[in-house]
């Protein structure tokens, strides 16, 4: 009789234990000759050695599934753990996936520029997406850096942006530097929690897998082995878009996403989002792309307040 400790890493537990433990039971009555006791993110077996090998196995191909899928139901259980086939899914051929979010949402780039983030994304370190509210520039960019953590491309995931007020003074914020940053960040949470377990974000923050990291606070650091996005970049000014980009390190991705119809700052021309965009265009490395009206996603409507805020 031999014991093993298996570790699950990045998987969510509940996600493979299953609601009151119904994906456990399954796996318990598949391997009876064993013991399985599962404690938090560890399950350990008891049994002969040629059993803990299958039972390894079997684990192996789960977690697989559980990392590309981000999802697991009883008949993708059995099917995986039968060796039946049944554990596939049609989208496996979409080429437009980009991940699989909560419950095994697809996540898709729908739009042509969209699209040509995605494939820019695989041949350029920095990519700079600027376009109207609604485009899905940002929600992109966190697709690729979700993706890029779950592929072990990158160690961590490190999110910026400028903390500067739209058009209004929301006077003092209480709360550590956290609490003070999370409502200018909201929509890259939003973006996160739609692609991975709240409880399993939470975990990525507390571990530092994925950071806050405020514009102004970046000076001197060298991210390597990092997917950064900079978000709402048109308000950075020239010197904290340039600090910002001179922090990449060695296998870094960066990503700035803004809005060059939504500057905030006092002297809209300071943007550095645009003097960036005129300067970088030539270098190899860096890919540019401009989305506009065409790649709104968001309700019917926002696509005619775009156009109509444009003739004024």
């Given amino acids: 009789m031999i014991e093993k400790i298996i570790y699950l890493k990045s998987i969510d537990p509940l996600l493979l234990y299953g609601a009151n433990n119904q994906h456990l039971e399954i796996i318990r009555r598949f391997f009876s000759r064993i013991k399985i006791i599962a404690r938090g993110d560890q399950l350990k077996a008891i049994g002969e050695s040629s059993e803990i090998t299958r039972f390894e196995d079997k684990m192996e191909k789960l977690f697989a599934f559980l990392d590309k899928y981000n999802r697991l139901t009883a008949a993708e259980l059995e099917g995986i753990l039968l060796e039946?086939?049944?554990?596939?899914?049609?989208?496996?051929?979409?080429?437009?996936i980009l991940i699989f979010g909560n419950n095994g949402k697809p996540i898709r780039s729908k739009t042509p520029h969209q699209r040509e983030m995605v494939e820019k994304y695989r041949t350029h370190d920095l990519l700079i997406a600027t376009g109207p509210a609604g485009s899905g520039k940002t929600y992109i960019a966190v697709a690729l850096a979700v993706r890029a953590l779950r592929n072990r491309e990158v160690k961590r995931i490190i999110l910026s942006r400028p903390a500067v007020e739209s058009g209004e003074n929301l006077g003092f914020l209480p709360g550590d530097l956290r609490e003070k940053l999370d409502p200018y960040l909201q929509p890259l949470y939003d973006a996160l929690l739609d692609m991975m377990?709240?409880?399993?974000?939470?975990?990525?923050?507390?571990?530092?897998v994925i950071q806050i990291a405020p514009l102004a606070f970046m000076r001197g650091r060298t991210l390597d082995n990092a997917f950064v996005i900079l978000d709402e970049a048109q308000n950075a000014s020239i010197n904290q878009l340039k600090m910002f980009l001179t922090r990449m390190g060695e296998f870094s991705k960066f990503a700035v996403t803004g809005d060059i119809t939504q500057i905030d700052l006092p002297d809209a021309n300071?943007?550095?989002?645009?003097?960036?965009?005129?300067?970088?265009?030539d270098i190899n490395g860096i890919a540019i792309i401009?989305?506009?009206?065409?790649?709104?996603?968001?309700?019917?409507?926002?696509e005619q307040i775009v156009r109509a805020y444009e003739k004024k």
């Avoid at 377990?197 to 530092?208: G, H, I, T, V």
């Avoid at 300071?270 to 265009?281: C, M, P, Q, R, V």
């Avoid at 401009?290 to 926002?302: P, S, T």
Wanted: charged fraction near 40%; proline fraction near 2%; avoid cysteine.
């Fill in 270 to 281: 300071k943007s550095g989002l645009i003097h960036a965009k005129t300067i970088l265009s």
């Fill in 290 to 302: 401009d989305f506009d009206k065409m790649d709104i996603i968001r309700h019917k409507l926002v």
């Fill in 197 to 208: 377990p709240a409880r399993k974000l939470k975990e990525y923050m507390e571990d530092n």
């Fill in 84 to 96: 039946n086939g049944s554990s596939e899914r049609d989208e496996v051929n979409d080429e437009d």
